[in-house]
């Protein structure tokens, strides 16, 4: 997973608006906010979609 650092910083949980994290080994971003919702990214493009994500940890 290919994700820029500079990307990182704009992007937000669009459910919370938390701050999303990479986890490389599992080609997620994961909030760090209330949600802890797990995004995935496909051909290194996050899918933003909550319908798409994946519950906490």
């Known amino acids: 997973m290919k994700i ?8 937000a949980c669009p459910n919370c ?3 999303l994290t990479a ?4 080609n997620e971003l994961v909030c760090t ?3 802890k919702y ?3 990214v496909r051909d ?3 899918v933003l ?3 798409e994500a ?3 940890r």
């Open 49 to 51: 979609l909550v319908d």
């Open 38 to 40: 797990a995004y995935p």
């Open 4 to 11: 820029d650092p500079w990307l990182l910083e704009i992007l």
């Open 33 to 35: 906010g209330e949600c």
């Open 44 to 46: 290194d493009i996050p």
């Open 17 to 19: 608006r938390g701050t």
């Open 23 to 26: 986890d490389h080994t599992a």
């Open 54 to 56: 994946r519950t906490g």
